[in-house]
């Protein structure tokens, strides 16, 4: 048996040496292009927690971004707790599966009360591709920038097609930490 799991572990080595991986890139201010504002569709595959001073929450993330809708689909090991967020110009509506859906017209306070923790869904759109909201103003920091109370940090930046998106970053204020680690973006910039 224990030659079985080294040759094994022998046979893995070279594969993973073989991987193709695509190099860090460090945050810089520059990379907030304002081409990143005109990115019509993303998506992408991740892993988030939430950090609050009385709770962890990990989960893994799919977040699509279409022109009037964001589908947020998370999910705890093996699937458990799958919860999927629709936001688009009406509302906000949250299935947690089995028949349990819900809705509301204010997106943030509906997912505070459903979730226990304010999350700065509107703002998020734009700051998982590294740039700050448009419609408010920005300090920029070290490796990142604070808006509206919220300090975002880009820890790693990753190539994506022509452009620079982030591959690790936490957004914090005063109660609430959010890490993302971004494992795959899927970029589809049509312009309309």
């Known amino acids: 048996m224990k030659k079985i799991l080294l040759l094994a572990g022998v046979l893995f080595l070279p594969a993973c040496s073989m991987m193709a991986t695509t190099p860090d890139i460090a945050y810089q201010p520059t990379n907030a292009q304002s081409e990143l504002y005109n990115l019509q569709r993303w998506a992408f595959d991740g892993r988030i927690a939430i950090v609050s001073k009385s709770d962890i929450a990990q989960a893994s993330i799919n977040w699509e ?5 964001d589908i947020i689909k998370l999910s705890g090991p093996f699937g458990q707790g799958a919860v ?3 936001l688009n110009s009406t509302g906000v509506t949250i299935d947690r599966g089995g028949g349990d859906v819900k809705s ?3 997106p943030e306070e509906f997912i505070n009360q459903q979730v226990g923790l304010f999350v700065p869904v509107k703002s998020l759109c734009y700051w998982v591709v590294g740039v700050p909201k448009k419609s408010q103003t920005a300090t920029t920091i070290e490796n990142g920038f604070e808006q509206d109370g919220w300090r975002n940090q880009y820890k790693t930046m990753q190539p994506v097609e022509n452009y620079v998106l982030p591959r690790n970053m936490t957004v914090t204020n ?5 890490k993302l680690f971004i494992d795959k973006w899927t970029l ?4 309309n």
């Open 65 to 69: 971004h279409l022109p009037n809708e």
């Open 84 to 86: 999927t967020i629709q």
């Open 174 to 178: 005063e109660s609430v930490k959010l």
């Open 104 to 106: 509301s017209m204010n």
């Open 188 to 191: 589809d910039d049509k312009r």
